[in-house]
């Protein structure tokens, strides 16, 4: 007579003695599932808490390199602006000398005119 697996285990663990062990058995092999459903569990979420770490890393990472170009741009800003004041200065001394200019023969023209007279 051929008998199932089933029935063979339950068989030696009678004859063994180890079917009184059975439910101290199942209540450590559920406990240690438990466990292990847990351990899953947590596995999981520490991935997840380290991804959204790396992505708040590069954020910063990111936010430090705008904070530094917001900074260049600002410098720019204001070498742009002197530059113009440096312009519009020099157009004011190229056009205060062409009315310095302008006043000398100017005067030149007067003075002419009085000897003439």
Do not use: C, H, W
Request: glycine fraction near 2%; proline fraction near 2%.
């Amino acid at each position: 007579m051929v008998a199932k697996p089933r029935e063979l285990t339950a068989f030696l663990e009678e004859i063994s003695g180890s079917i009184m062990y059975k439910p101290k058995y199942d209540l450590y092999k559920g406990s240690l599932e438990d466990i292990d459903n847990e351990i899953f569990d947590l596995t999981k979420e520490l991935t997840l808490f380290r991804s959204e770490k790396r992505k708040l890393r590069a954020q910063k990472s990111n936010s430090e390199i705008y904070q530094k170009l917001l900074v260049e741009i600002d410098a720019l800003e204001i070498k742009k602006q002197i530059l113009k004041f440096l312009k519009i200065d020099q157009e004011l001394i190229a056009t205060v000398q062409k009315f310095q200019k302008f006043n000398g023969r100017l005067k030149k023209v007067k003075d002419k005119m009085e000897v003439q007279r």
